[in-house]
């Protein structure tokens, strides 16, 4: 790695980058981000490096990055976009083990749980039927757990056969990893600024296969900050979300 950061980046805008690159080259897909700095990345990609892609509401209309009308996205045909392999969701998760499997749904024996979070949803089929992302706004090993306690979001060791099943990336406000491994387990593939590879892998709670080299998140161009800062998020919000 080399020393090579931009002091007036914030961390923030670093994770919007991260989140941004799962767009690419997607081409007419639907963007399904979950979460503010996912939904800023998705904005974003639109307005420079994925013009095709597509962006919803959430409830039934296609929209621009302006929030401007596009076009009409019934619950129905939204559906078919899901279970054909048209749309990329990037959701959040509770807990994550290594091959990628998701918890949502509680924290402890489900038959009993310590605690109930949001439940299964559409986890599942989201996961098997489309590509898809996280994005963790704390890393710690509450999220990254050796074994996940109720499988939600289906990861890579529980996916044979699944047709359209890819998990791409998950973005953390200390970096990105992948899984582009022989066995689908995950991979420290970049790191934000200031942060190192012992710190991300402290705050895991698994062994991440790390490569001899892991490079930086890339910078983002002048264009892309003056559009992050100017058009997509002028009043700062993703600051909220990753303080650091």
């Given amino acids: 790695m080399t020393a ?7 961390r923030a805008e670093y994770c919007v980058i991260a989140c941004a690159e799962t767009w690419r080259g997607a081409g007419e897909v639907l963007a399904s981000p979950m979460g ?7 904005r974003l990609a639109r307005l420079t490096f994925s013009p ?3 962006l919803t509401d959430g409830e039934a209309l296609l929209v621009g990055p302006d929030g401007t009308v596009e076009g009409w996205l019934p619950y129905r045909r939204h559906l078919t976009l899901v279970t054909g392999g048209r749309r990329h969701v990037m959701m959040g998760a509770s807990q994550l083990d290594r091959h990628g499997n998701q918890n949502i749904a509680c924290i402890g024996d489900w038959a ?5 979070l949001l439940g299964v949803r559409g986890a599942p089929v989201n996961t098997l039927n489309n590509p898809t992302s996280y994005w963790i706004p704390r890393h710690s090993r509450r999220v990254f757990v050796p074994r996940v306690d109720m499988v939600c979001g289906v990861g890579n060791d529980r996916a044979d056969g699944a047709r359209f099943h890819r998990l791409v990336r998950v973005v953390t406000d200390l970096g990105v990893l992948d899984f582009a491994t022989p066995d689908g387990s995950m991979r420290l593939a970049t790191l934000h600024p200031g942060v190192s590879v012992e710190e991300v892998q402290e705050a895991t709670g698994f062994p991440l296969t ?5 490079p930086y998140t890339r910078e983002p161009t002048a264009e892309e900050l003056r559009l992050i800062r100017e058009e997509i998020d002028p009043g700062n919000t993703r600051a909220r979300e990753v303080d650091h």
């Fill in 4 to 10: 090579r950061r931009d002091p007036a980046v914030t």
């Fill in 36 to 42: 503010l700095i996912p939904s800023l990345g998705a």
């Fill in 52 to 54: 095709d892609l597509l």
């Fill in 112 to 116: 009993q749980p310590r605690r109930q």
């Fill in 210 to 214: 790390v490569p001899d080299e892991v």
